[in-house]
C-alpha cells in the first residue's frame, strides 16, 4: 500500500512538473512569436498630400522628357481626392485617408496621349512609380511595365493588367472604345 501510495504521489508530482514545464513555453511562445512578429512586420510608410506632391514633381523633373512641361500644384477637387493636372490629356489623382495620408495615386490619360505626348505620359509614370517607392529602380520600373503591358505604343490601349512590387499593387487600365488609360498605385 505504502509503494502503491509512493508511486501514486511521485506521479502526481511528475504531472504538476511536466504541466508546469509545458504550461511555460506555450506562455513564452506567444509573448516571443509576438515580438518577432512586431520585428517583421513592418509598418507602411505613410506620406502626407504635400510630401507627395513634392515627391512626385521632383521624380517628374527628374525625368521628364519634355523640358516645356511645368506643373502647377495639387487642387482638392473633392474631399479627400487631388488633382493635378500635366497638360490638357494627362493627370495626377490622389486618393488620401482621414488622417491626410496618401493611399492611391492615380494617372489617367486620353489614349490619344500615348501618341502625341508619348514622351510626357512616360515621364508621367516613371515619375509616379518613383513618388510612391524612391527604392524602385530603373530596372525594376522597367519590369513593373513588362508585366503590366506598359509598351508606349498602341499595343498598350485595350487591356488591364495588375502588379503587386514591395507592398504597393500596380494597376493597369486601358480601354480603347473609351479612349482613356489609368495607371494605378495603391499603397497596402
Known sequence: MKKLFYIGAMLALLLIACGEEE???????P???????????????????????????????????????????????????YSLILNSDIMLFADVNKKDEVTAVNLAAM????????????????????S???????????????KLGITGDEKMLDHTDTYKYNDITFVYRAKNDEGTLTFQANLD
Open 132 to 146: 510612391v517607392d524612391e527604392s524602385i529602380t530603373d530596372t525594376q520600373q522597367s519590369v513593373i511595365f513588362d
Open 23 to 29: 504550461a511555460k513555453p506555450k506562455e513564452e511562445k
Open 111 to 130: 489614349s490619344s496621349a500615348v501618341d502625341n505626348y508619348n514622351n510626357l505620359l512616360k515621364s508621367a509614370f516613371q515619375a509616379m512609380i518613383t
Open 31 to 81: 509573448v516571443v512569436a509576438q515580438v518577432k512578429e512586431k520585428e517583421e512586420k513592418k509598418e507602411p510608410a505613410t506620406i502626407t498630400i504635400e510630401q507627395y506632391e513634392s515627391k512626385f514633381i521632383e521624380a517628374f523633373n527628374n525625368v521628364k522628357g519634355d523640358s516645356n512641361t511645368t506643373l502647377g500644384k495639387m487642387e482638392e477637387i473633392d474631399h479627400g481626392r
